[in-house]
């Protein structure tokens, strides 16, 4: 079976083993495809939004900010006024006459009753086209209030989620360099793209806390604006989401001199790997700290390999699909699916580079469908060639999944179950295995249809066979 998509598309779509790799990406989404790639306010708003003690106001229409509300599961130890969303709500009347006097008053009363550290002010599509001067509001309201009041240039228009993030982390920056560095350990890191979802920089933390590292800022789960002001001062970045702040550590190496590495916290690989890789950033100063590391690896692995072993006896041969935000994820899934002998069929992201998508091509199997920006008509399409047993995606990817009476996993910003960390590969284990194992999918269409295809093919080549089924 081949499954048609748009022409447009084709570059955008590889079968492994077909023909040499080559692949498009980070193009602008096709019109009326409805893809699932978000837009630049989007973008911008899932990367600040976790920082718990600022303000965010959305400057534009109430929609763009029921849209972008508490789209994440982000868990703060303490203040939580990111979970409040704040809009100027513009009408008709401000669009004619411009809103620059609404989103100053607005500023004005939100920051007296919350007392933020600080405001970020995010930029959507109308706004670009009025012409309101955020710049000149934001300074003013700064220098009345005295804190840091930032615009973020989001206009929806300007591209695509990508740029979102690039617009989160340039309105960061203002605020890395205003802080005081003087105690900060020479064995220090910031954590950069976790949003402690379900609590999951919690688990990380600890882990670099049993290495003897101190964490200087978390960017931007259970984030704090004050801890962002000083994130200068730490010896090394350690960038996971490498799509929504790659760009604020390269930003920060070239402005202050700090090294970044890449890792992934999903998945038994991964995470050790890039605890490893942190270890040997400081074995110079810490001749010890690659001891400690393998001592903590080899107690979490000796505690999580037993409680493995019985799900992988069950999910051997099984198949799966993986969609996702950001490609790095996808690196660890396909990895993580491996470990319980399972098989991914389909791997894409909405946010791949070309280098991403060559990563994949190296960790995947034969005949695996690599797809960039996909939207519901591929996927579905796609899930029902390859007869997978489990989807994972986000929130637009679950109906998908279930009407075709396939298998989901949650992966998205709101999900309630950490799946970083060892402890979260049992935990990600665990919901697969509970999901493909289920009885339910033994009454879906998707199964039925399968069942009377084959019924069929019977009936054709084995007449005597199919009568005697029929006659019992």
């Not at 509300?69 to 868990?75: F, P, S, V």
């Not at 010890?288 to 493995?308: D, F, G, W």
């Amino acid at each position: 079976m081949t499954t048609s998509i748009f022409s447009e598309r084709k570059d955008q779509v590889h079968r492994k083993g077909e023909q040499p790799f080559q692949m498009a990406c980070d193009r602008e989404s096709l019109a009326g495809a409805v893809s699932q790639r978000a837009c630049v306010f989007c973008g911008s708003r899932v990367v600040l939004y976790p920082i718990a003690d600022a303000l965010h106001l959305v400057h534009g229409p109430i929609g763009c900010a029921s849209y972008t509300w508490d789209i994440r599961g982000a868990l703060s130890s303490g203040p939580a006024l990111h979970r409040l969303s704040f809009s100027t709500d513009l009408q008709e009347k401000d669009v004619i006459f411009g809103g620059e006097a609404k989103l100053y008053q607005a500023l004005v009363e939100l920051i007296d009753r919350y007392e933020p550290k600080a405001a970020f002010v995010y930029s959507t599509c109308i706004v670009g086209i009025i012409g309101d001067d955020l710049e000149a509001v934001c300074k003013r309201v700064a220098e009345e209030k005295g804190i840091p009041v930032i615009p973020v240039q989001s206009e929806g228009f300007k591209g695509n989620k990508r740029a979102g993030y690039n617009a989160a982390c340039r309105a960061m920056f203002r605020l890395i360099g205003t802080g005081d560095i003087s105690n900060i350990s020479p064995l220090s890191l910031n954590i950069l793209g976790d949003f402690n979802l379900a609590g999951e920089i919690w688990i990380i933390r600890n882990y670099f806390e049993r290495m003897g590292l101190e964490t200087v800022a978390n960017i931007t789960g259970d984030g704090r604006v004050d801890d962002i002001r000083r994130a200068h001062g730490a010896a090394l970045n350690v960038v996971q989401c490498s799509g929504s702040t790659m760009d604020l550590a390269k930003m920060m190496k070239e402005e202050y001199g700090i090294p970044f590495i890449r890792v992934s916290y999903f998945g038994v690989e991964d995470m050790a790997e890039s605890l490893y890789s942190v270890a040997r950033v400081f074995e110079d100063k810490d001749p010890e700290i690659m001891n400690r590391t393998r001592a903590l690896v080899k107690e979490e692995l000796q505690e999580l390999y037993p409680q493995l072993a019985k799900y992988r006896e069950s999910l051997t041969g099984k198949k799966a699909a993986i969609y996702v935000g950001g490609a790095f994820k996808a690196f660890s899934l396909v990895k993580a699916f491996r470990l319980l002998g399972m098989q991914v069929v389909l791997v894409g992201s909405q946010t791949g580079t070309e280098e991403d998508y060559r990563e994949l091509y190296e960790i995947t199997d034969e005949g695996t469908i690599i797809v960039d920006d996909s939207n519901p008509l591929e996927l579905s399409a796609f899930l029902q060639e390859k007869d997978v047993d489990i989807f994972v995606g986000g929130v637009k990817e679950r109906p998908i999944a279930y009407k075709l009476g396939v298998g989901f996993c949650d992966h998205n910003h709101e999900r309630k179950e950490a799946l970083e960390g060892f402890i979260g590969m049992l935990n990600f284990a665990r919901e697969v295995y509970s999901t493909v194992m289920s009885p339910v999918w033994r009454f879906v269409p998707r199964r039925e249809l399968k069942k009377s295809r084959r019924a069929a093919t019977e009936s054709k080549f084995e007449p005597g066979i199919a009568a005697c089924s029929s006659q019992a």
